[in-house]
Each structure stands twice: as structure tokens, then as C-alpha cells.
């Protein structure tokens, strides 16, 4: 559950909650399973999803990071989907941003990849944009936009 709704609950304290402070729940819960099929397919599907970017990648002027460090990005872009799918299903951009944004910043600047990550991680929107249905892929595109923003702007 994302921070925000969390706050209107701690704020309510000695009181119901009026229905102008439900309506972000009934909110959240009406979009409660496309959130959890998102989930679910990102959990069955990222290993396809990286590894076509991957691919993707090799195309690029980046090439040599791909080859040099193949099994690094696998690792971190499989990491970063699993991230956004804990995102999705809580939705929660604000933790996404404070648990694993600033982070990942960190580390892309300590080892001088930020150009070639920017270029892997529009390569994965785009994969994403391709592979999954409209709903789910807009869903994505809330976390995989800031995170290309972010490594963008070194914000």
C-alpha cells in the first residue's frame, strides 16, 4: 500500500475515515487485479524481457558494455523489473523512488555507466511497451519513465 494512503490511515486515528479519504482505496482496489497480473507476468516473463534487450543492446554503440559485463546487467535490469513489479502491485512510485532509484543512481554513476543504462533502459521500455498489453504496459511505463529520467538527469 503506497505511502500516501498509509498517512490517511494514521491521520484518521479516533475517527472513520470520510468517503472523500476512501476514494483513493476504492481507487486502488478497483485497478487491484490488473496490478497483480502485471506482477505475475512480470515475475514469469523478466528473464525474456532482459535478455531482449540484452540482445537489443548488442546493436548499439554500447556493445562492449554488454560484452564486458553481460552477466552484471542481467542481474541489475532483472533486479530493477523486480523492483517496478513490487511498485505496480503496492503502488508505490514513492518507495520505488526512495528505496531503489537513488540507489541504482549510486551505483550507474560510481562505475560510469549512466549513457549506456539510459540507452538499456529505453530499450527495455521499449520491449515492454511491445510485449505486454496496453494497460499493463502504461502501468510500467509510471516507474521505467522515472527511472530513465533520473539516470538522465543524475537527479
Same mark, same amino acid.
Given at each position: =500500500?503506497?505511502?500516501? /494512503?498509509?498517512?490517511?490511515?494514521? *491521520?484518521?486515528? %479516533? $475517527?472513520? /475515515?470520510?468517503?472523500?479519504? /476512501? @476514494? ?5 482496489? *478497483? &485497478?487491484?487485479?490488473? @496490478?497483480?497480473?502485471?506482477?505475475? +507476468?512480470?515475475?514469469? +516473463? ?8 540484452? $540482445? ?7 556493445? !562492449?558494455?554488454?560484452?564486458?559485463? &553481460?552477466?552484471?546487467? !542481467? ?11 513490487? %511498485?505496480?502491485? /503496492? +503502488?508505490?512510485?514513492? %518507495? ?8 541504482? !543512481?549510486?551505483?550507474? @554513476? ?5 549513457? &549506456? ?11 515492454? @511497451?511491445?510485449? #505486454? ?7 510500467? =511505463?509510471?516507474?521505467?519513465?522515472? #527511472?530513465?529520467?533520473?539516470? *538522465?538527469? %543524475?537527479?
Amino acid at each position: =500500500m503506497n505511502n500516501a /494512503l498509509l498517512a490517511s490511515v494514521r *491521520e484518521a486515528d %479516533g $475517527r472513520y /475515515l470520510s468517503d472523500v479519504e /476512501l @476514494r483513493p482505496f476504492e481507487q486502488m482496489m *478497483e &485497478a487491484f487485479q490488473s @496490478r497483480v497480473n502485471l506482477y505475475n +507476468h512480470i515475475r514469469e +516473463h523478466s528473464k525474456d524481457l532482459v535478455l531482449n534487450t540484452l $540482445r537489443r543492446l548488442m546493436q548499439t554503440p554500447h556493445r !562492449q558494455v554488454v560484452q564486458e559485463h &553481460a552477466q552484471q546487467c !542481467q542481474r541489475d535490469m532483472t533486479y530493477t523489473l523486480e523492483y517496478v513489479a513490487k %511498485g505496480v502491485l /503496492l +503502488h508505490d512510485e514513492d %518507495g520505488f523512488m526512495e528505496e531503489y532509484l537513488v540507489w541504482m !543512481q549510486n551505483i550507474i @554513476r560510481a562505475f560510469h555507466r549512466q549513457s &549506456a543504462c539510459v540507452v538499456a533502459y529505453r530499450l527495455l521500455k521499449e520491449e515492454v @511497451r511491445t510485449s #505486454l498489453p496496453s494497460d499493463q504496459s502504461n502501468l510500467m =511505463m509510471i516507474y521505467l519513465d522515472k #527511472l530513465t529520467e533520473a539516470l *538522465e538527469s %543524475g537527479i
